[in-house]
């Protein structure tokens, strides 16, 4: 079925609208939201039903995370969760609009690379290695780039995929479909979470863990709890209500009680066939009770393990078990169970990118020892720190990934070192002088000391890439139009790209606001602008006509090109 991305675009909008509303008047609507989770995710479940590419649907997939448990939620929760979800609509509209070749060895990437930065107290600051730790909100950078004009996204520079196709002696790049249990559609149903080869599975994490540890008798199950539990199916079969709707029932007992589990959706032979009356099953699912049979007990689709002595361990009950991404047609108990051959087979072939020494000294855990228990963690493993991403395998393939990223950027810091910029910076701080006079304050010592550090960077002969950071109301956002000035001030165009269409709104009527009288044309580009008026727009930006753009992910969509942007800043 080929994907219909019409139809996706307008269910992100549907989901868009009642957050919008929420978020007016400084998330004063708030109140007036009651019982829109179910629309929420009925809309998300829409979307991802539409089948949409790997990548989009794992951030959809994280979005539809972020809505569940909105209605029981604090306003304080509420507030953040209307934020992220915002955030993740625009990316996730930004996703779509992109084309496929950015995936692909044509794309030229420019890393913000770590500068001095200045922190809660005013001091310049150069970070080292980052630190793992929560976000509390405090402390959200600013990237600002300086590349050469014009920016459109081409071959040539940055970092390319020039490697040859792996050799087949490389199991981690082997595809999927060859695993025992997989084929041929199981494959493409991985693909759908960005699982195509052995490497691939391996990095697909949990996203959370459930405790099927603790068997209770039937007798003592709460209603309302997702609980585990032992017994014997006294019956299995097929069935109808009172109102002809067929139903799949099996009945399980021990010697405190029976419980019903039902199916609604199921495969009548395969049920008959894999469950039958005698044998012995573990039980999972959420306990509820039926008004209409005697208050009875029941699980609606649990997992159901068949008990079998001669063999080890069970995968799915009686441990902690780990909860994946879904897609449609491919059941938890599936994917683990493929996940946990590929554990089993190739988790001590893995390549451990860390130095000994450093491994050793930071006590960290070697890389097979990490995937085996990031994926099927022990007993003793706590449940609360594994749901956090907080134990030690978590802090293994954490670390590595900010390794990696860091020596990334660190390679690219020195690249750029020796890069010869094509942009001369001419100007001589007129435009910024004219805006600091009708500021109505001055500005702090460290906001002047950075403001004199990225002047001085702008005007040597290499590009710049640094971080701006600072806490929120520190003064980010006037250093950075400052500096902007000053390109627009030597004939190119700047550009600011925020997280959210809220935010872009914010910073473009405060920045309209200033620079209106300097004779600085500014404008706003986002996803929300269709038909003519964005067309208009694009050409206008094409031309070179505005000096400062400011806009969201758009920015970087295919079809925006600029004339002679030379200075981009990304509110992060």
Same mark, same amino acid.
């Given at each position: 079925?080929?994907? $219909? !991305?019409?139809?996706?675009?307008?269910?992100?909008?549907?989901? !868009? !609208?009642?957050?919008?509303?929420?978020?007016?008047?400084?998330?004063?609507?708030?109140?007036?939201?009651?019982?829109?989770?179910?629309?929420?995710?009925?809309?998300?479940?829409?979307?991802?039903?539409?089948?949409?590419?790997?990548?989009?649907?794992?951030?959809?997939?994280?979005?539809?995370?972020?809505?569940?448990?909105?209605?029981? @939620?604090?306003?304080?929760?509420?507030?953040?969760?209307?934020?992220?979800?915002?955030?993740?609509?625009?990316?996730?509209? @930004?996703?779509?609009?992109?084309?496929?070749?950015?995936?692909?060895?044509?794309?030229?990437?420019?890393?913000? &690379?770590?500068?001095?930065?200045?922190?809660?107290?005013?001091?310049?600051?150069?970070?080292?290695?980052?630190?793992?730790?929560?976000?509390?909100?405090?402390?959200?950078?600013?990237?600002?780039?300086?590349?050469?004009?014009?920016?459109?996204?081409?071959?040539?520079?940055?970092?390319?995929? /020039?490697?040859?196709?792996?050799?087949?002696? $490389?199991?981690?790049?082997?595809?999927?479909?060859?695993?025992?249990?997989?084929?041929?559609?199981?494959?493409?149903?991985?693909?759908?979470?960005?699982?195509? /080869?052995?490497? $691939?599975?391996?990095?697909?994490?949990?996203?959370?863990?459930?405790?099927?540890?603790?068997?209770?008798?039937?007798?003592?199950?709460?209603?309302?709890?997702?609980?585990?539990?032992?017994?014997?199916?006294?019956?299995?079969?097929?069935?109808?209500?009172?109102?002809?709707?067929?139903?799949?029932?099996?009945?399980?007992?021990? @010697?405190?009680?029976?419980?019903?589990?039902?199916?609604?959706?199921?495969?009548? /032979?395969?049920?008959?066939?894999?469950?039958?009356?005698?044998?012995?099953?573990?039980? /999972?699912?959420?306990?509820?009770?039926?008004?209409?049979?005697?208050?009875?007990?029941?699980?609606?689709?649990?997992?159901?393990?068949?008990?079998?002595?001669?063999?080890?361990?069970?995968?799915?009950?009686?441990?902690?078990?780990?909860?994946?991404?879904?897609?449609?047609?491919?059941?938890?108990?599936?994917?683990?169970?493929?996940?946990?051959?590929?554990?089993?087979?190739?988790?001590?072939?893995?390549?451990?990118?860390?130095?000994?020494?450093?491994?050793?000294?930071?006590?960290?855990?070697?890389?097979?020892?990490?995937?085996?228990?990031?994926?099927?963690?022990?007993?003793?493993?706590?449940?609360?720190?594994?749901?956090?991403?907080?134990?030690?395998?978590?802090?293994?393939?954490?670390?590595?990934?900010?390794?990696?990223?860091?020596?990334?950027?660190?390679?690219?810091?020195?690249?750029?070192?020796?890069?010869?910029?094509?942009?001369?910076?001419?100007?001589?701080?007129?435009? &910024?002088?004219?805006?600091?006079?009708?500021?109505?304050?001055?500005?702090?010592? &460290?906001?002047?000391?950075?403001?004199?550090?990225?002047?001085?960077?702008?005007?040597?002969?290499?590009?710049?890439?640094?971080?701006?950071?600072?806490?929120?109301?520190?003064?980010?956002?006037?250093?950075?139009?400052?500096?902007?000035?000053?390109?627009?001030?030597?004939?190119?165009?700047?550009?600011?790209?925020?997280?959210?269409?809220?935010?872009?709104?914010?910073?473009?009527?405060?920045?309209?606001?200033?620079?209106?009288?300097?004779?600085?044309?500014?404008?706003?580009?986002?996803?929300?602008?269709?038909?003519?008026?964005?067309?208009?727009?694009?050409?206008?930006?094409?031309?070179?006509?505005?000096?400062?753009?400011?806009?969201?992910?758009?920015?970087?969509?295919?079809?925006?090109?600029?004339?002679?942007?030379?200075?981009?800043?990304? $509110?992060?």
């Amino acid at each position: 079925m080929a994907f $219909d !991305r019409d139809r996706f675009v307008h269910l992100l909008q549907q989901t !868009r !609208r009642p957050l919008q509303f929420a978020a007016r008047q400084n998330v004063r609507k708030i109140a007036v939201l009651q019982d829109i989770e179910a629309r929420l995710l009925e809309w998300l479940d829409a979307a991802m039903a539409l089948q949409p590419p790997s990548e989009i649907a794992a951030n959809l997939d994280a979005c539809r995370r972020l809505i569940t448990g909105f209605d029981r @939620a604090n306003p304080s929760t509420k507030l953040r969760v209307i934020t992220t979800a915002l955030s993740r609509l625009d990316h996730l509209e @930004a996703q779509i609009e992109r084309p496929k070749i950015w995936r692909r060895e044509s794309l030229a990437v420019s890393f913000p &690379a770590p500068g001095e930065d200045v922190d809660s107290n005013g001091n310049t600051v150069t970070p080292a290695m980052p630190t793992i730790s929560h976000r509390s909100g405090r402390g959200t950078p600013a990237s600002i780039h300086s590349i050469a004009p014009p920016v459109a996204i081409h071959g040539g520079q940055g970092i390319e995929s /020039t490697t040859a196709p792996p050799p087949s002696s $490389d199991i981690f790049r082997q595809s999927m479909q060859f695993v025992k249990g997989v084929g041929p559609n199981r494959s493409q149903m991985l693909q759908r979470l960005g699982i195509e /080869t052995i490497g $691939d599975a391996l990095a697909l994490l949990p996203r959370r863990y459930e405790d099927r540890t603790n068997l209770k008798p039937i007798r003592s199950l709460e209603v309302g709890r997702q609980e585990t539990f032992e017994g014997m199916i006294l019956v299995s079969g097929s069935s109808r209500t009172g109102r002809g709707r067929r139903l799949y029932e099996i009945i399980v007992g021990d @010697a405190t009680g029976t419980l019903r589990c039902l199916w609604f959706q199921f495969h009548e /032979t395969y049920m008959r066939q894999r469950y039958r009356i005698g044998q012995r099953v573990f039980v /999972t699912g959420e306990v509820r009770i039926n008004p209409y049979s005697g208050q009875r007990k029941e699980v609606h689709h649990p997992d159901l393990e068949i008990i079998d002595a001669d063999e080890g361990q069970p995968l799915h009950v009686g441990r902690i078990v780990p909860v994946y991404p879904g897609t449609e047609g491919l059941h938890q108990k599936t994917l683990r169970t493929v996940i946990k051959r590929i554990i089993d087979e190739f988790a001590d072939q893995a390549p451990d990118f860390l130095p000994p020494a450093l491994r050793e000294r930071l006590q960290l855990l070697e890389t097979p020892q990490a995937l085996r228990e990031v994926h099927f963690p022990s007993a003793a493993t706590d449940l609360e720190v594994l749901n956090h991403w907080a134990s030690e395998a978590h802090r293994r393939l954490v670390f590595e990934e900010f390794f990696l990223l860091e020596l990334g950027l660190a390679l690219r810091q020195r690249e750029t070192s020796i890069e010869e910029r094509a942009v001369a910076y001419r100007g001589t701080d007129r435009l &910024a002088e004219r805006l600091r006079a009708r500021l109505p304050f001055k500005l702090t010592k &460290a906001q002047e000391r950075v403001l004199a550090e990225i002047g001085e960077n702008l005007r040597r002969p290499h590009p710049m890439n640094r971080l701006l950071q600072g806490d929120v109301g520190s003064g980010k956002t006037i250093v950075a139009l400052l500096v902007m000035l000053l390109a627009i001030e030597s004939g190119f165009q700047a550009a600011i790209m925020a997280p959210t269409e809220i935010l872009a709104e914010q910073h473009y009527r405060t920045m309209q606001g200033l620079v209106q009288t300097l004779g600085v044309r500014v404008v706003l580009l986002t996803s929300g602008i269709k038909g003519r008026k964005r067309r208009e727009l694009l050409e206008t930006i094409a031309m070179g006509n505005v000096d400062l753009i400011v806009g969201t992910h758009t920015l970087i969509q295919e079809g925006v090109g600029f004339k002679a942007l030379a200075l981009v800043v990304i $509110d992060e």
